[in-house]
């Protein structure tokens, strides 16, 4: 039976270079997103299911899991991709919209695998797919709620892959660190922003990893950029 892929947080770009690629292996794809009228045209392409969903209330994660379940089976891959962002001076920031960033960056993070977790362990297999940033790892100035967001994220990561890989389940954290090419934002042509399509391929081979040799985080950086 083909696997299924569900991705949260889903759109163009680095997500749908994901889905893309784990169909291009068989894969039935469940697309989950709180504006689903947007992923039209990439669920037509891949005849993939779309489902409405805001990572930051566990009525609508657990709605949304539980009707990917129902349509396609507990999923056997689920990429966490929503990111909450706020920028400003730290004294200017509103204290509202940080907290929005925080639920959709870390808090959205853990919903989502509490729901999808528990059946999981029950089949006894599973892998999760998270993505991080370079403020998983460093904070920026007049950036303070992404980087919380990211480190909440990646501490989550980190837990989980120490709990759950002895269990069957492999949690792996992508530490994104560059600016990622897209229609909007073209590469020069030195490779100097990440390609979605190889970031995918790198997704993808992580999943496919023997669990003699699982990995619990990847750093992905273009060649031009600093550690």
Same mark, same amino acid.
């Given at each position: ?11 163009? &770009? ?26 039209? !045209?990439?669920? !037509?392409?891949?005849?993939? &299911?779309?489902?409405?969903? $805001?990572?930051?209330? @566990? !009525?609508?994660?657990? !709605? ?10 507990? *999923? ?12 400003? +001076?730290?004294?200017?920031? $509103? *204290?509202?919209? =940080?907290? #929005?960033?925080?639920? %959709? ?11 999808? %977790? ?20 460093? &904070?920026? +100035? ?9 480190? &909440?994220? @990646? ?6 892959? #120490? ?8 949690? =792996?954290?992508? %530490? ?20 979605? $399509? ?15 040799? /699982?990995? /619990?985080? %990847?750093?992905?950086? +273009? /060649? =031009?950029?600093?550690?």
């Amino acid at each position: 039976m083909a696997e299924t892929v569900l991705i949260v947080g889903a759109g163009e &770009g680095l997500s749908a270079s994901v889905a893309r690629r784990f169909a291009k292996d068989g894969a039935r794809i469940a697309l989950a997103a709180r504006n689903t009228d947007k992923l039209a !045209a990439l669920a !037509a392409e891949l005849n993939a &299911g779309t489902y409405p969903c $805001d990572v930051t209330e @566990r !009525a609508s994660v657990d !709605a949304m899991a539980g009707a990917v379940a129902r349509d396609l089976g507990v *999923p056997d891959v689920v990429l966490f991709n929503a990111s909450g962002r706020e920028r400003g +001076p730290f004294t200017e920031l $509103d *204290p509202e919209a =940080v907290k #929005r960033a925080l639920l %959709v960056s870390c808090y959205g993070g853990y919903l989502v695998c509490n729901a999808v %977790v528990p059946p999981m362990l029950e089949r006894g297999s599973g892998t999760i797919l998270l993505t991080g940033a370079s403020a998983s790892v460093k &904070g920026y +100035p007049r950036s303070a709620p992404f980087a919380m967001g990211k480190f &909440g994220l @990646r501490g989550l990561a980190q837990s989980l892959a #120490r709990e759950l890989q002895p269990q069957g389940l492999h949690v =792996v954290h992508f %530490v994104i660190d560059g600016g990622i090419r897209s229609a909007a934002r073209p590469d020069d042509g030195r490779d100097a922003l990440l390609d979605p $399509d190889a970031i995918a391929e790198t997704y993808f081979q992580a999943a496919r990893q023997h669990r003699s040799a /699982w990995t /619990w985080e %990847v750093e992905l950086r +273009p /060649w =031009v950029e600093s550690f």
